[in-house]
């Protein structure tokens, strides 16, 4: 009997308008053509991953699944529903429920679209969910990789608490980032980068500040070279739109004035009339 969320090496034992009939007569499984990588002939041997359809009906795809029932492994959000919960895409025919109840009771703390979750699948009735994993089952991952103090790697938020943010990085190990080494506000699924300052039982602790303070020098430096090839003055400040700002100077409006705001305190810029000059 095949298993919903595994993957099995199953033989084409027919072929159908919709697609190639895999297994055996009393337990075979429809592999459609959509879902087949080219063409196939009775008697092939194909490896697939088994999971539900829309109707809940047994399925295959040659399609690698990015996680399975006995892989953890990353998924990206593509859908929000805030009644529900968000959907993740494991790289089947058929996108994957986080439910609400895993998520953080604060709606603006949740993935976005395109933001990535470390997770598990599990089967009910005739479904597959996924559930997040959460830093118990992240340890037990186990993996061999190693950090060097003061480095810098890309995570991925997923626990945000009152003492800080649990992040777990590409090879899915955790750093923790205690709120003192936090300047910014974050939400779950978001990528970051983390500068790695200890190594504990369970990880690493992180840090999130210097490298949100090197990326506000390097914000800095741009708005001054373009003020400084444009006279000293622009026609952008913080009232303009994000499209503007993005076309002039390759920022995301959040940055510009982030940067900008330090500018003007350090009494580097002024604005007048929608312009900003450069004073100093």
Same mark, same amino acid.
């Given at each position: ?8 090496? =199953? ?8 697609? +190639? ?29 088994? @999971? ?5 009906? =047994? *399925? ?8 399975? =029932? ?7 959000? *593509? ?22 109840? +895993?998520?953080?009771?604060? @709606? ?8 990535? $979750?470390?997770?598990? $699948? ?10 997040? =994993? ?17 480095? +810098? ?13 649990? *992040? ?17 506000? +974050? ?10 300052? @200890? ?11 210097? #490298? ?34 993005? /076309?002039? $100077? #390759? $920022?995301?409006?959040? /940055?510009?004035?982030? /940067? ?21």
């Amino acid at each position: 009997m095949m298993q919903a969320g595994l993957s099995y090496e =199953l033989k084409i034992i027919r072929k159908t308008d919709l697609g +190639y009939m895999l297994g055996e007569e009393n337990d075979d499984v429809l592999l459609h053509f959509k879902e087949a990588h080219g063409e196939h002939n009775i008697g092939d041997t194909l490896h697939v991953f088994i @999971y539900f359809d829309k109707k809940g009906r =047994l *399925c295959a795809t040659e399609n690698e699944p990015f996680v399975s =029932l006995n892989k953890p492994g990353f998924a990206k959000v *593509c859908d929000v529903i805030s009644s529900i919960g968000v959907f993740v895409n494991i790289n089947t025919g058929k996108d994957i429920l986080i439910s609400k109840d +895993y998520l953080p009771y604060a @709606y603006n703390m949740w993935p976005n679209v395109d933001d990535t $979750l470390l997770i598990e $699948l599990k089967v009910k009735k005739d479904t597959i969910v996924g559930k997040p =994993l959460n830093r118990f089952e992240i340890d037990d991952i186990h993996t061999d990789v190693s950090y060097e103090i003061n480095t +810098y790697q890309e995570a991925y938020v997923y626990r945000i608490g009152e003492a800080g943010i649990n *992040c777990v990085t590409k090879d899915m190990v955790n750093v923790f980032v205690h709120k003192s080494m936090i300047r910014d506000t +974050y939400h779950v699924g978001q990528m970051v980068v983390v500068k790695i300052v @200890y190594k504990n039982a369970s990880g690493y602790n992180g840090s999130f500040i210097e #490298h949100k303070e090197k990326m506000i020098d390097s914000d800095r430096e741009i708005i001054l070279n373009y003020l400084t090839v444009n006279g000293g003055k622009m026609h952008i400040d913080a009232k303009s739109s994000s499209e503007e700002i993005e /076309a002039k $100077l #390759h $920022l995301s409006r959040k /940055a510009f004035k982030r /940067a900008l705001g330090g500018l003007y305190k350090d009494h580097i810029v002024d604005f007048k009339d929608g312009y900003t000059i450069k004073i100093k």
